[in-house]
């Protein structure tokens, strides 16, 4: 129960970080319709995941199925590592530590 309570806090704070993040990207004019368009993206994807767990437990066992949702998870950490590190390699080589203008 400790590692179930462990991952729903993470699952959270990554939720609210990527809305703080997605907020602060937005200019004002839009923020409203790409958080509503945002939300309803999260609940689209939430109710086909649900039904995919459904009719995957025909199928296969839970456990399975938990390794399965997993891996997106792991798909989308991997690349945004990635990204980070071009982009610390990038900043790296431009002079002035990738500051522009004085």
Do not use: K
């Not at 990207?25 to 767990?53: K, N, P, Q, W």
């Amino acid at each position: 129960m400790v590692l179930l309570a462990v991952a729903f806090g993470v699952f959270q704070w990554a939720m609210v970080t990527c809305d703080a993040l997605l907020q602060d990207r937005v200019t004002d004019r839009a923020r409203a319709t790409v958080s509503s368009l945002s939300g309803f993206g999260a609940e689209v994807i939430g109710v086909l995941l649900c039904a995919g767990y459904g009719l995957g437990s025909r199928i296969w066992e839970h456990s399975t199925l938990f390794v399965l949702a997993a891996v997106p998870y792991l798909l989308i950490a991997l690349v945004l590592r990635i990204r980070a590190f071009r982009h610390r390699r990038r900043t790296r080589r431009t002079p002035g530590g990738g500051r522009s203008g004085p």
